[in-house]
Every structure is written in structure tokens, then in C-alpha cells.
């Protein structure tokens, strides 16, 4: 799942994001003054991680390459919450960790192999080995109950059978800048009656996981709940989907495939052998516990993950951004940025902004945006004001500015001219 997360991947392009948009999200306040950011560095540790998370995932030297995954991962995976929007990836760095923490190695793994090569005797069944899977079950069930309380808790059932889901499937899909193909919103009873479903399987996930029978039953419903939010909110959570791996029982399967019983007895083990994966996984559960208890959302590197716990909006906030020209011309800057597989991020990156709307930011939030935008040299901006406005979210009126937008701040402009051009700069 490293190897394919996106966040890992872009994360050097936002090591690149300028000093005064940096919002540090609560827990990792203490990262502002020692945390070095910084593409080339945030290069380096790319690769780190590429090369530690290949090595763990073939089993090779598996508890030190899956140490050194988490802890770059728990680098590069901070650098994209530093836009404001906090991507709820945390598992990637807990279940390395905890990996790096057990004898993840001992089996189906290159490690494996080398150690029979060598004449060494097979693993017996051992609670070394159950503990760091029970723990992975315990982080995936409070991954879950926490924001189906919240939901109860702040809602109630207004959250499933009110307005609140049309308009958070409106407002994501112009986050998105997309449409699903089959409107669900036109069927407002199907609608509601997943939203039910949706509350109740996050509340009873913990239930259902410790019951051996319904276990099945819970992780099927799980990856029916991340298949529908990804084909009608485009949320897709598929940093989750391969880490219900964990929920097969595979020594089972194997032994049946041999045509044998599976082993019951389990063999003493010392606790020198458990305690690193009970200390590993016992705290990012009391950080579970304690971030969804206080519903911190925003947390990093444990949180409550989205509760979406707030009766929704038919309107969204957004900063419009107005230049005015050598020529006196005036236009609102096209914001394509806010679409796309990076919209939702930007769109956070943007609330970041809103929520402390100073003139450094704003300054600082125009010239990583101006980068972006086509060179007009012939009629440079002279003057940008900066407006907080609201847009609706139902489709035909999307981006819609509702209401009298607010002036936040002016920001003038020095022309540069040269021969046969014509620039602005700060």
C-alpha cells in the first residue's frame, strides 16, 4: 500500500510548499521547529521508502526494511498534511511499524527461505504471531466505531435521513470536478437507507470482528462501504483495502489446502518475543482511544478518522482570487486547481488559508498559485484582491457565488518593464 499511495508519491512536489502556508496539524505542532523540509531531502527519503517498503514487502531483511518504511513514511506522509487538509493515511505508518515490531519475516518470505536453506526449523504456532494481527484488528475496528458514534452523537439520524448526504455527494463532486454516471442522488430511499447501513456497520464493527462467524460478514460489508463511497463520493480509501489481509486466516487455509488440520496447540513464548509489537500497537491504540474519544480529526500521527459527523451544507466556502491588469482589465483567476484527484486536498489547502486569512498568507497563497497559471507578459497583473465567498454544490449551479463576497485583503503589484514585455512581481 506505500508503493501505491499517492500521498507518497506527490509528497516531494508538497515539501516544495512555502513556509507561510505550512499548518501543522494537532500532534504534530512539535515538527515545526526541527522538522527540516525540503524537496531534495524529501527526494532522498522517496527513494528510502521505495526501496525499504520493496525489500519488507518480499521479506527481505522484513523487520528492518519495515522499520526504516515506517519512519520514512511517517516523514513523507506528514510533508502533504502540511497544506491544511489532513489525508487520513496514519495506518501506513502504524502497521509498518508494528510489522517492524513482530517476526514478520518468518514466513512466505525471502527471509524464510534463506533461514531453510540453512537448516533452521520451521515456525510452530505461536502468540507471537497472533498478537500483531489481533492488534491490526483492534486499529481497524476503532478506524470504524469512532465515526459512526460521532455520527450518532452529533446527528443522530438526521445524518442519514435529512438533506445531509445529497449535499455532501453535491459538495465532493465539485471537489472533484466529476459526476458519477448513475446519479444516486435522484434516489433519495436508496440513499438514506445506505446511510443507515453505513452507521450502524461503523458502531458494530468492533462487535463483528471479535465474533469468529460474523468476521466474514464484517469485512465484506466494510469493502461494500469503501466500494460505494468510491463509484458516488469518489472517496476510495484504498490505502484500507489490501490491509484487510490481515482478517484471512491463512495458516487455516494453507493446512486445508494440504489436507490437514490446522495446529491448536500454541507454543510458550517468552515475553521478550511479543512485548515490542504489544508496546508498538498498545500505543497507537491508547492514541486511537484517545483522539476518537475528543473526535480530533485532524490529528497526525493518530487521529479519529472522518466522522463527516456535521449536517452537511448546500454551500461551501472558497477564496476568489481578482486580478486587475497593466490594461485595467479585471477577471477572477480560473481555479481548475480545485478539481481533480488533488482537488480535495486543494480545496483543504484553500480552508487552511480562510481560517487565518492574513496578508502574509494570502501573499504567499497568490504566488504559489500564480506559478501555476499561464504567463501573459503582454498584460501583467498589477493588483490581486483576495474575497471570501460561498458557492453552492448542487449540480447546474456549481461554483454559483451565493452572497455578497467579503473583501479580505488588496495586494499591489510592481509592474517591470522591459523591452517589448511587460511583468509584475511582489
Given amino acids: 500500500m506505500l508503493l501505491g499511495s499517492a500521498d507518497v508519491h506527490q509528497a516531494p512536489a508538497w515539501a516544495g510548499l512555502s513556509p507561510a502556508l505550512r499548518a501543522f496539524p494537532p500532534g504534530a505542532e512539535w515538527a515545526a521547529r526541527w522538522l527540516p523540509v525540503s524537496p531534495t531531502l524529501a527526494q532522498v527519503a522517496y527513494v528510502i521508502l521505495l526501496v525499504s517498503a520493496a525489500f519488507a514487502l518480499v521479506g527481505l531483511f522484513a523487520r528492518t526494511a519495515a522499520g526504516v518504511a515506517a519512519l520514512t513514511a511517517l516523514y513523507l506522509l506528514t510533508l502533504p498534511q502540511l497544506a491544511g487538509m489532513v489525508m487520513h493515511t496514519h495506518h501506513l505508518v502504524w502497521f509498518p511499524a508494528l510489522l517492524a515490531a513482530s517476526p514478520c519475516g518468518d514466513a512466505l518470505s525471502v527471509d524464510a527461505w534463506w533461514a531453510r536453506r540453512r537448516g533452521l526449523p520451521a515456525p510452530e504456532p505461536s502468540l507471537v504471531y497472533g498478537l500483531p494481527l489481533r492488534l491490526v484488528w483492534a486499529m481497524v475496528a476503532l478506524i470504524y466505531f469512532f465515526p459512526g458514534m460521532w455520527k450518532w452523537r452529533t446527528s443522530g439520524l438526521d445524518w442519514a435521513l435529512g438533506d445531509n448526504l445529497v449535499h455532501l455527494l453535491h459538495g465532493k463532486w465539485l471537489q472533484q470536478g466529476w459526476m458519477p454516471a448513475l446519479r444516486i442522488d435522484l434516489f433519495p430511499g436508496l440513499l438514506r437507507a445506505g446511510g443507515l447501513g453505513v452507521m450502524a456497520l461503523e458502531v458494530a464493527f468492533p462487535f463483528l470482528v471479535a465474533s469468529g462467524r460474523l468476521r466474514p460478514f464484517a469485512v465484506a460489508s466494510a469493502l461494500l462501504f469503501h466500494l460505494a463511497t468510491e463509484a458516488f463520493f469518489r472517496i476510495g ?36 518475543h511479543w512485548v515490542p509489537a504489544a508496546a508498538v500497537g498498545g500505543a497507537v491504540l491508547v492514541g486511537q482511544l484517545a483522539t476518537g474519544v475528543l473526535g480530533l480529526e485532524r490529528a497526525w500521527p493518530v487521529a479519529c478518522y472522518p466522522t463527516f459527523r456535521h449536517v452537511a451544507s448546500s454551500r461551501l466556502p472558497v477564496l476568489l482570487l481578482e486580478v486587475e491588469h497593466a ?28 481560517a487565518a486569512p492574513s496578508p502574509q498568507r494570502l501573499e504567499a497563497y497568490w504566488r504559489e498559485h500564480a506559478a501555476r497559471l499561464p504567463s501573459t507578459p503582454s498584460d501583467a497583473v498589477r493588483t490581486v484582491r483576495f474575497y471570501r465567498a460561498h458557492v453552492t454544490v448542487a449540480p447546474g449551479t456549481q461554483a454559483t457565488p451565493s452572497g455578497a463576497p467579503v473583501l479580505l485583503h488588496t495586494l499591489e503589484l510592481t509592474l517591470h518593464t522591459g523591452p517589448g514585455r511587460v511583468q509584475s512581481g511582489p
Fill in 327 to 354: 490594461s485595467g482589465r479585471r477577471s477572477l483567476v480560473p481555479r481548475e486547481d480545485l478539481r481533480g484527484h488533488e482537488g480535495q486536498r486543494r480545496w483543504g489547502a484553500m480552508w487552511a488559508v480562510l
Fill in 237 to 272: 480509501f484504498s490505502s484500507l483495502w489490501l490491509c484487510y489481509a490481515a482478517f484471512v486466516p491463512w495458516h487455516a487455509l494453507v493446512m486445508r489446502l494440504r489436507g490437514r488440520k490446522a495446529q491448536e496447540q500454541v507454543q510458550p513464548t517468552r515475553a521478550a
